[in-house]
């Protein structure tokens, strides 16, 4: 059997080789400090996360109000720990090996001073204490969950674990004012001044217990969580089926040049997988193909009264290649290793971290253009770097740093969203008719961005939004879920929305999002009553990854970004991309990615019929839309009155399922030719266990 190494066990943005394979006997972790390694350890490691505890903050309230004048005045803050905060320590043979990424829930308590500044009191009952990534200035810091405003920076603390009573206390640490905060009170030069005091106690609890020996994982335990909800795993489906299960983190690159390339930034977003099917998902690494891949894509939500009339795409990576399943159980599905060879297959019900700084390494990620999203096929070769250097952005989540500043963007709300295409899925519905989970792959979660012109900060909101793409946020529009060739190729959504913003003007917005159709789609056709006027034509796609050697475009030239072209005669308006015969890199809607076209018309909307043309096969199809197309009484009412959601809860209408019946018949308005044979693209190798291979960053 295959374990896991241990060198995936924490995710990867944290150095395990200074963290796991500590030195130090004396069961205390000092923020600061480095140890050093020993070899092949044997023992049981423990992954914990707070159960309950307190927190008190110290603040001298005059010099964090800024009064010089008047002797140092405290205000004391006292919180309880929200049950079950996600922040997480390794505890090795009952000794503390340190600190995962993670962030402490505060619950204000009844009486808790606020002599604070106007700012900090509205935050109260919502801050979290963050541990920070291993690249931070800072180990630990305090903010604000909703909005992302760092308050303060803590130094100097020291983490003390007592293996008895399970309890981890966080003493002597320095609250510092943050440059954010700081800014924020129109006092820029009291940044990094010490304002107080932390001290932090919580008892914790195991949610993973790992036997080692020798340096591999031999069992894992997942130990249910105490006061946890219900006692029933909850019924996995039919077959292998890879989710989606978190998105825990967005984060900006350290290197190269932090990330920074030009006028761009590059990003990575943390995915952590889950098995919801009844069967081993195949995990076998490079140069095997049968592993599943994953891309990163950013969103925006702008524009209008109420800043959600358009949602757009502004950021998309390559592709991490997956490698050694850890079964994990963060989806609470009931991980079961049974009879499952570990490490080699994700296990049903169980999940696998990647760290955002893991899902930005360079040399793990492999060019889009080689996966067919549907077969989830692709070379042995697909993430190839040979014959091209890296720069700060390259193969990232690539981001114009003018999409992310806040001045820029007043109001602005951003999603990540993370997708996993396997070809282990696709070869299981062959074999097993109805047992076809290739529909479900993609989840999405809203994030604050601060910072910036060339630095950025994220911050969750809310929980991550299951099995669903970033598309089903776009508050108050209609969603429509298109499959035109049932069985051999992918899905794409329809949304549109149509709003009223003066007197006589009506502004129409469409997004086009392809979700694992391999075809792509070349032109988009509304149709248009006679004599309707027009105005403020506009498109918007994602920047494209530039050429790279073996980047699997044809002629290694990369995908074009040029705009798509737009012509409007007396009864429709259509934007297109060259075809495939034209040019095989046009600029088509590609998987993984979301394209949109806008106009205003001087008469109201009513039901009509879109066209859409494929890019690599298939005939033109009709698909539900409401446009201009004549005068009459407007469907639905044109002046929406929705406000914007502050969750990442989907709002929008949604008329299809996500997984498609068992025997699907096309839903097509018209026929499409066969699924063609992608170039350039390879069928998955046979399903036998791989030679190790040298694990990619």
Request: hydrophobic share 35%; glycine share 10%; charged share 10%.
């Amino acid at each position: 059997m295959t374990n896991p190494p241990i060198s995936k066990i924490i995710p990867l943005g944290f150095a395990l080789l200074l963290v796991l394979f500590l030195s130090n006997s004396s069961g205390n972790y000092a923020a600061e400090s480095k140890h050093g390694i020993s070899d092949a350890p044997t023992g049981t490691l423990e992954k914990m996360i707070v159960e309950n505890g307190s927190v008190t903050m110290e603040l001298d309230s005059s010099r964090l109000n800024g009064i010089s004048s008047i002797a140092g005045r405290h205000a004391t803050l006292e919180f309880s720990v929200a049950a079950n905060s996600f922040f997480t320590i390794l505890v090795f043979n009952d000794q503390l090996r340190g600190p995962e990424a993670g962030s402490i829930a505060l619950v204000k308590q009844v009486g808790t001073a606020t002599a604070v500044p106007a700012m900090l009191a509205a935050s109260l009952n919502q801050l979290v204490v963050e541990k920070l990534p291993p690249d931070a200035a800072f180990d630990l810091a305090v903010r604000d969950r909703t909005t992302g405003l760092t308050f303060f920076e803590i130094r100097g603390h020291r983490y003390d674990y007592d293996s008895n009573a399970r309890s981890l206390s966080i003493t002597g640490g320095d609250l510092l004012l943050s440059k954010d905060f700081a800014d924020a009170l129109g006092r820029s030069p009291d940044a990094g001044a010490i304002i107080g005091r932390i001290s932090i106690g919580a008892a914790m609890e195991p949610i993973e217990v790992q036997t080692i020996v020798n340096g591999e994982a031999k069992s894992v335990i997942m130990p249910a969580l105490r006061g946890s909800a219900g006692t029933n795993a909850p019924t996995l489906v039919p077959g292998p089926d890879v989710i989606v299960g978190d998105l825990p983190s967005v984060q900006q690159a350290s290197s190269p040049n932090g990330g920074v390339e030009g006028n761009y930034v590059g990003l990575g977003v943390g995915t952590t997988s889950c098995n919801n099917g009844d069967q081993p998902l195949h995990w076998f690494q490079l140069p095997n193909v049968d592993h599943p891949v994953i891309p990163q894509n950013l969103y925006r939500m702008s524009g209008g009264a109420n800043n959600n009339e358009r949602f757009e795409q502004i950021g998309q990576s390559w592709l991490k290649h997956a490698f050694t399943a850890l079964e994990g159980n963060a989806c609470n599905l009931g991980c079961n290793t049974g009879g499952c060879t570990q490490g080699s297959n994700l296990c049903p019900g169980c999940s696998d971290p990647y760290s955002a700084s893991l899902n930005y390494s360079q040399t793990g990620l492999g060019s889009r253009a080689w996966v067919n999203p549907f077969s989830g096929a692709f070379p042995s070769t697909s993430n190839d770097h040979s014959g091209h250097t890296h720069l700060g952005a390259s193969h990232r989540v690539r981001v114009l740093a003018s999409d992310l500043l806040p001045a820029n963007n007043t109001g602005a709300t951003y999603f990540a969203e993370g997708q996993y295409v396997t070809a282990h899925e696709y070869s299981w519905c062959q074999s097993h008719p109805g047992q076809c989970n290739m529909y479900n792959n993609v989840s999405y979660r809203q994030f604050t961005v601060s910072g910036g012109p060339t630095t950025f900060s994220f911050s969750s909101v809310g929980s991550t939004v299951r099995t669903q793409p970033a598309i089903m946020a776009w508050t108050g529009a209609t969603v429509n879920q298109v499959q035109p060739d049932p069985g051999n190729d992918g899905i794409w959504c329809m949304g549109y929305k149509v709003r009223n913003p003066t007197a006589g003007v009506w502004h129409y917005e469409y997004a086009l999002y392809n979700e694992n159709l391999d075809r792509g789609i070349q032109s988009f056709s509304v149709p248009l009553a006679p004599g309707v006027n027009i105005s403020n034509i506009g498109f918007h796609a994602p920047t494209q990854e530039p050429a790279w050697a073996n980047d699997g475009t044809q002629n290694n030239q990369g995908y074009s970004s040029t705009p798509w072209s737009v012509n409007q005669n007396g009864n429709s308006i259509t934007w297109n991309t060259e075809t495939f015969a034209q040019n095989q890199n046009a600029n088509a809607v590609r998987w993984g990615t979301l394209y949109n076209f806008r106009f205003d018309a001087d008469q109201p909307p009513q039901n009509a019929l879109a066209t859409v043309d494929f890019f690599k096969t298939g005939s033109p199809m009709t698909v539900a839309i409401q446009a201009p197309t004549g005068n009459g009484t407007p469907t639905p009412t044109p002046t929406p009155s929705d406000t914007p959601t502050p969750t990442a809860t989907a709002t929008a209408t949604v008329t299809a399922t996500t997984t498609p019946p068992p025997s699907p018949t096309p839903t097509a308005t018209s026929t499409s030719t066969p699924h063609p044979t992608p170039t350039p693209r390879s069928s998955p190798s046979p399903r036998a266990r791989p030679t190790p291979a040298p694990r990619p960053l």
